[in-house]
Protein backbone atom coordinates (compact mmCIF):
# COMPACT_ATOMS: atom_id res chain seq x y z
CA UNK A 1 0.00 0.00 0.00
CA UNK A 2 1.49 3.17 -1.17
CA UNK A 3 0.59 6.87 -0.22
CA UNK A 4 1.54 10.20 -1.15
CA UNK A 5 3.30 10.97 2.31
CA UNK A 6 3.30 10.16 5.67
CA UNK A 7 -0.11 12.15 7.19
CA UNK A 8 0.17 13.29 10.41
CA UNK A 9 -3.70 13.38 10.77
CA UNK A 10 -5.91 10.65 9.52
CA UNK A 11 -9.93 10.30 9.93
CA UNK A 12 -11.28 7.49 9.91
CA UNK A 13 -15.13 9.11 7.95
CA UNK A 14 -16.46 11.33 5.73
CA UNK A 15 -19.23 12.28 6.56
CA UNK A 16 -20.17 14.93 8.86
CA UNK A 17 -18.69 14.69 10.86
CA UNK A 18 -15.03 13.62 9.62
CA UNK A 19 -15.26 16.52 6.60
CA UNK A 20 -15.51 19.06 9.47
CA UNK A 21 -12.78 17.38 11.56
CA UNK A 22 -10.67 17.49 7.92
CA UNK A 23 -11.54 21.10 7.41
CA UNK A 24 -10.67 22.45 10.54
CA UNK A 25 -7.39 20.72 10.33
CA UNK A 26 -6.47 22.51 6.91
CA UNK A 27 -7.00 25.79 8.08
CA UNK A 28 -4.06 24.62 10.73
CA UNK A 29 -2.18 23.86 7.91
CA UNK A 30 -2.16 19.69 8.68
CA UNK A 31 -1.60 17.17 6.36
CA UNK A 32 -4.61 15.12 6.62
CA UNK A 33 -6.00 11.72 5.26
CA UNK A 34 -9.48 10.55 5.41
CA UNK A 35 -10.30 6.93 5.01
CA UNK A 36 -13.52 5.35 3.75
CA UNK A 37 -15.28 2.80 2.12
CA UNK A 38 -16.02 4.15 -1.02
CA UNK A 39 -12.99 5.97 -1.96
CA UNK A 40 -15.46 9.01 -3.15
CA UNK A 41 -16.42 11.99 -0.80
CA UNK A 42 -16.15 16.27 -1.06
CA UNK A 43 -12.75 17.17 0.89
CA UNK A 44 -11.07 20.47 1.30
CA UNK A 45 -8.16 20.89 -1.82
CA UNK A 46 -4.92 18.65 -0.31
CA UNK A 47 -6.56 15.95 1.75
CA UNK A 48 -5.89 12.64 0.93
CA UNK A 49 -8.52 10.09 0.29
CA UNK A 50 -8.13 6.14 0.60
CA UNK A 51 -10.59 3.89 0.37
CA UNK A 52 -10.58 0.74 2.86
CA UNK A 53 -12.29 -1.27 5.44
CA UNK A 54 -11.71 0.53 8.71
CA UNK A 55 -13.35 -3.01 10.31
CA UNK A 56 -9.46 -4.48 8.73
CA UNK A 57 -6.82 -4.15 11.59
CA UNK A 58 -3.87 -5.02 9.01
CA UNK A 59 -5.16 -2.12 6.75
CA UNK A 60 -6.15 0.47 9.45
CA UNK A 61 -2.40 -0.02 10.91
CA UNK A 62 -0.80 0.32 7.37
CA UNK A 63 -2.74 3.33 6.19
CA UNK A 64 -1.86 4.85 10.04
CA UNK A 65 1.60 4.17 9.91
CA UNK A 66 3.39 7.45 11.08
CA UNK A 67 0.28 9.20 12.17
CA UNK A 68 0.42 11.83 15.27
CA UNK A 69 -3.56 11.93 15.58
CA UNK A 70 -6.17 9.04 14.46
CA UNK A 71 -9.82 10.25 14.43
CA UNK A 72 -12.77 7.75 14.54
CA UNK A 73 -15.84 9.46 12.78
CA UNK A 74 -17.39 6.65 11.32
CA UNK A 75 -21.05 6.15 11.37
CA UNK A 76 -22.48 2.72 9.94
CA UNK A 77 -26.19 2.34 9.02
CA UNK A 78 -28.13 3.16 11.78
CA UNK A 79 -29.66 -0.01 11.93
CA UNK A 80 -26.44 -2.07 11.65
CA UNK A 81 -24.79 -0.28 14.62
CA UNK A 82 -24.71 -3.84 16.72
CA UNK A 83 -23.03 -5.29 13.78
CA UNK A 84 -20.85 -2.96 12.32
CA UNK A 85 -19.47 -0.47 14.98
CA UNK A 86 -17.61 -3.03 17.68
CA UNK A 87 -15.28 -4.24 14.58
CA UNK A 88 -14.81 -0.53 13.28
CA UNK A 89 -13.42 0.84 16.78
CA UNK A 90 -11.47 -2.20 17.20
CA UNK A 91 -10.01 -1.80 13.46
CA UNK A 92 -9.27 2.50 14.37
CA UNK A 93 -7.80 1.35 18.01
CA UNK A 94 -5.78 -0.87 16.81
CA UNK A 95 -4.19 1.75 14.05
CA UNK A 96 -3.94 4.23 16.50
CA UNK A 97 -1.84 1.59 19.12
CA UNK A 98 0.12 0.37 16.45
CA UNK A 99 1.38 4.03 15.27
CA UNK A 100 1.94 5.59 18.66
CA UNK A 101 -1.00 8.13 17.71
CA UNK A 102 -4.01 9.67 20.02
CA UNK A 103 -6.77 8.46 19.18
CA UNK A 104 -9.84 10.70 19.38
CA UNK A 105 -13.27 9.32 19.21
CA UNK A 106 -16.43 10.68 18.22
CA UNK A 107 -19.73 9.91 20.35
CA UNK A 108 -22.89 11.18 21.22
CA UNK A 109 -25.12 11.00 24.62
CA UNK A 110 -27.26 8.34 24.16
CA UNK A 111 -25.22 6.47 27.39
CA UNK A 112 -26.58 8.63 29.59
CA UNK A 113 -30.21 7.56 28.29
CA UNK A 114 -33.24 9.69 29.89
CA UNK A 115 -32.19 13.17 31.18
CA UNK A 116 -34.92 13.01 34.11
CA UNK A 117 -34.97 16.82 34.86
CA UNK A 118 -31.43 16.88 34.83
CA UNK A 119 -28.51 18.56 32.52
CA UNK A 120 -26.01 16.18 31.18
CA UNK A 121 -22.28 16.38 32.13
CA UNK A 122 -19.40 14.25 31.90
CA UNK A 123 -19.82 13.12 34.86
CA UNK A 124 -23.65 11.64 34.47
CA UNK A 125 -23.83 7.76 35.07
CA UNK A 126 -24.72 5.46 32.05
CA UNK A 127 -27.82 4.63 32.22
CA UNK A 128 -28.66 3.58 28.36
CA UNK A 129 -32.68 2.49 27.86
CA UNK A 130 -32.26 1.60 24.39
CA UNK A 131 -29.94 -0.70 22.90
CA UNK A 132 -27.64 1.76 20.73
CA UNK A 133 -27.59 3.68 23.72
CA UNK A 134 -25.84 1.09 25.54
CA UNK A 135 -23.44 -0.28 22.69
CA UNK A 136 -22.30 3.44 22.99
CA UNK A 137 -21.60 2.97 26.71
CA UNK A 138 -19.51 -0.41 25.91
CA UNK A 139 -17.90 1.34 23.25
CA UNK A 140 -16.64 4.01 25.74
CA UNK A 141 -15.70 1.78 28.09
CA UNK A 142 -13.96 -0.05 26.33
CA UNK A 143 -11.31 2.83 24.66
CA UNK A 144 -10.82 4.39 28.45
CA UNK A 145 -9.83 1.21 29.72
CA UNK A 146 -6.73 0.85 26.63
CA UNK A 147 -5.91 4.47 27.71
CA UNK A 148 -5.27 3.58 31.55
CA UNK A 149 -4.06 0.22 30.40
CA UNK A 150 -1.18 2.25 28.84
CA UNK A 151 -2.08 0.65 25.36
CA UNK A 152 -2.89 4.51 23.41
CA UNK A 153 -3.65 8.11 24.58
CA UNK A 154 -8.16 8.67 24.18
CA UNK A 155 -9.83 11.43 24.36
CA UNK A 156 -13.59 11.10 23.36
CA UNK A 157 -15.39 13.64 22.04
CA UNK A 158 -19.48 13.28 22.97
CA UNK A 159 -21.86 15.38 20.99
CA UNK A 160 -26.01 15.69 21.28
CA UNK A 161 -28.11 15.69 18.42
CA UNK A 162 -25.59 18.11 15.82
CA UNK A 163 -27.22 20.06 12.58
CA UNK A 164 -25.83 22.69 10.12
CA UNK A 165 -23.93 21.63 6.78
CA UNK A 166 -24.34 18.64 5.59
CA UNK A 167 -26.53 17.30 8.43
CA UNK A 168 -28.65 15.48 6.29
CA UNK A 169 -31.64 13.15 6.82
CA UNK A 170 -30.08 12.18 10.55
CA UNK A 171 -30.79 15.67 11.77
CA UNK A 172 -34.02 17.03 13.58
CA UNK A 173 -32.99 20.77 12.24
CA UNK A 174 -31.74 19.12 8.89
CA UNK A 175 -33.57 17.92 5.79
CA UNK A 176 -37.20 17.55 7.16
CA UNK A 177 -36.96 21.57 8.59
CA UNK A 178 -34.68 23.65 6.08
CA UNK A 179 -35.65 22.63 2.51
CA UNK A 180 -39.18 23.23 3.84
CA UNK A 181 -38.18 26.79 5.17
CA UNK A 182 -36.52 27.38 2.09
CA UNK A 183 -39.99 27.11 0.00
CA UNK A 184 -42.41 28.28 2.47
CA UNK A 185 -43.49 24.96 3.10
CA UNK A 186 -44.34 23.63 6.67
CA UNK A 187 -41.20 21.89 8.52
CA UNK A 188 -41.31 18.71 10.20
CA UNK A 189 -39.84 17.55 13.25
CA UNK A 190 -39.81 14.43 15.79
CA UNK A 191 -41.03 14.86 18.87
CA UNK A 192 -41.96 17.78 21.18
CA UNK A 193 -40.90 21.08 19.29
CA UNK A 194 -41.50 23.14 22.87
CA UNK A 195 -38.86 21.18 24.94
CA UNK A 196 -35.60 22.71 25.43
CA UNK A 197 -33.12 20.44 23.69
CA UNK A 198 -29.07 21.09 22.96
CA UNK A 199 -28.25 20.80 19.68
CA UNK A 200 -24.40 20.90 18.56
CA UNK A 201 -23.53 22.09 15.57
CA UNK A 202 -21.48 20.68 12.89
CA UNK A 203 -18.36 22.81 12.36
CA UNK A 204 -18.00 22.97 16.21
CA UNK A 205 -17.56 19.22 16.35
CA UNK A 206 -15.15 19.00 14.02
CA UNK A 207 -12.80 21.76 15.49
CA UNK A 208 -13.08 20.62 18.81
CA UNK A 209 -11.89 17.06 17.81
CA UNK A 210 -9.32 18.67 16.17
CA UNK A 211 -8.76 20.54 20.00
CA UNK A 212 -8.85 17.22 21.77
CA UNK A 213 -6.13 16.24 18.94
CA UNK A 214 -3.61 18.59 19.76
CA UNK A 215 -3.92 19.70 23.38
CA UNK A 216 -1.93 18.67 26.16
CA UNK A 217 -4.74 18.11 28.84
CA UNK A 218 -7.52 16.33 26.83
CA UNK A 219 -6.43 12.76 26.56
CA UNK A 220 -7.69 10.29 29.22
CA UNK A 221 -11.56 11.20 29.53
CA UNK A 222 -15.03 12.31 28.15
CA UNK A 223 -15.95 15.63 26.93
CA UNK A 224 -18.70 17.28 25.41
CA UNK A 225 -18.20 19.19 22.68
CA UNK A 226 -19.42 22.83 23.10
CA UNK A 227 -22.99 23.54 22.37
CA UNK A 228 -24.71 27.06 23.19
CA UNK A 229 -24.85 27.74 26.50
CA UNK A 230 -28.46 29.16 25.83
CA UNK A 231 -29.95 26.12 25.39
CA UNK A 232 -33.33 26.70 23.26
CA UNK A 233 -36.06 25.23 22.27
CA UNK A 234 -36.79 23.14 18.55
CA UNK A 235 -39.30 25.38 17.88
CA UNK A 236 -36.88 28.60 18.85
CA UNK A 237 -34.75 27.40 16.81
CA UNK A 238 -36.81 26.18 13.37
CA UNK A 239 -37.75 29.82 13.93
CA UNK A 240 -34.18 31.17 13.73
CA UNK A 241 -33.53 29.24 11.11
CA UNK A 242 -36.67 30.51 9.26
CA UNK A 243 -35.55 34.25 9.94
CA UNK A 244 -32.42 33.97 8.19
CA UNK A 245 -33.91 32.61 5.05
CA UNK A 246 -35.71 36.12 4.73
CA UNK A 247 -39.04 34.87 4.48
CA UNK A 248 -41.72 36.91 6.39
CA UNK A 249 -43.95 35.73 9.15
CA UNK A 250 -43.43 32.66 11.56
CA UNK A 251 -42.28 29.59 10.47
CA UNK A 252 -44.68 26.81 10.04
CA UNK A 253 -43.72 23.23 12.26
CA UNK A 254 -45.36 20.12 12.66
CA UNK A 255 -44.18 17.00 14.86
CA UNK A 256 -43.64 14.01 13.26
CA UNK A 257 -47.25 12.06 14.53
CA UNK A 258 -46.23 8.79 16.44
CA UNK A 259 -48.60 6.80 14.14
CA UNK A 260 -46.47 8.35 11.27
CA UNK A 261 -43.04 6.95 12.59
CA UNK A 262 -44.60 3.98 13.24
CA UNK A 263 -45.38 3.73 9.60
CA UNK A 264 -42.28 4.73 8.37
CA UNK A 265 -40.17 2.64 10.13
CA UNK A 266 -42.49 -0.44 9.14
CA UNK A 267 -40.96 0.45 5.44
CA UNK A 268 -37.95 2.24 6.63
CA UNK A 269 -34.99 0.52 8.73
CA UNK A 270 -33.19 3.70 9.64
CA UNK A 271 -36.93 5.72 10.55
CA UNK A 272 -37.50 2.09 12.49
CA UNK A 273 -34.31 2.91 15.08
CA UNK A 274 -35.08 6.84 15.68
CA UNK A 275 -38.24 4.80 17.64
CA UNK A 276 -36.08 4.08 20.75
CA UNK A 277 -34.57 7.66 20.72
CA UNK A 278 -38.03 9.10 20.88
CA UNK A 279 -37.50 10.23 24.78
CA UNK A 280 -35.07 12.64 23.65
CA UNK A 281 -37.60 14.84 22.67
CA UNK A 282 -40.45 14.14 24.57
CA UNK A 283 -38.75 15.99 27.86
CA UNK A 284 -36.24 18.74 28.59
CA UNK A 285 -32.56 17.47 27.04
CA UNK A 286 -29.90 19.70 28.16
CA UNK A 287 -26.11 18.82 27.65
CA UNK A 288 -23.68 20.99 29.47
CA UNK A 289 -20.31 21.56 28.39
CA UNK A 290 -19.05 24.26 30.21
CA UNK A 291 -15.95 22.02 31.32
CA UNK A 292 -14.39 22.02 27.46
CA UNK A 293 -14.52 25.50 27.28
CA UNK A 294 -13.14 26.05 31.35
CA UNK A 295 -10.66 24.21 30.52
CA UNK A 296 -9.56 23.33 26.95
CA UNK A 297 -10.85 27.01 25.84
CA UNK A 298 -13.45 25.49 22.81
CA UNK A 299 -15.79 27.70 22.23
CA UNK A 300 -19.57 26.85 20.88
CA UNK A 301 -20.82 28.92 17.77
CA UNK A 302 -24.12 31.39 18.58
CA UNK A 303 -26.75 29.39 17.47
CA UNK A 304 -28.18 32.44 15.08
CA UNK A 305 -24.86 32.55 12.93
CA UNK A 306 -24.89 29.09 13.33
CA UNK A 307 -28.32 28.30 11.52
CA UNK A 308 -27.53 31.37 9.24
CA UNK A 309 -24.61 29.02 8.17
CA UNK A 310 -27.03 26.55 7.92
CA UNK A 311 -29.94 27.80 5.91
CA UNK A 312 -26.74 29.36 3.56
CA UNK A 313 -25.21 25.84 3.01
CA UNK A 314 -28.92 24.24 2.20
CA UNK A 315 -29.57 26.90 -0.23
CA UNK A 316 -26.00 26.38 -1.97
CA UNK A 317 -26.63 22.71 -2.41
CA UNK A 318 -30.30 23.59 -4.32
CA UNK A 319 -28.72 25.76 -6.64
Not at 284 to 295: C, I, Q
Request: charged share 25%; hydrophobic share 40%.
Amino acid sequence: MKHSATARHVIFGSGAVGTAVAEALVRQGESVRVVNRSGRAELPDGVELVRGDAADPAFTTAVAAGAAVVYQALNPPYHRWPQEFPALQAGVLAAAEAAGARLVSMDNVYTYGPAGGRPFTEESPDAATTRKGRLRGRMARELLAAHRAGRVEVAIGRASDYFGPRGGAQSNLGDLVVPALLAGRTATVLGDPDQPHTYTFVPDIGDALALLGRHPDAAGRVWHLPNDPHTRTTRELVELAHRATGRPGAARLRRMPTAALYALGAMNRTVRELIEMRYEFAEPFVVDSSLVTERLGAVATPAEEALERTVAAYRARGK
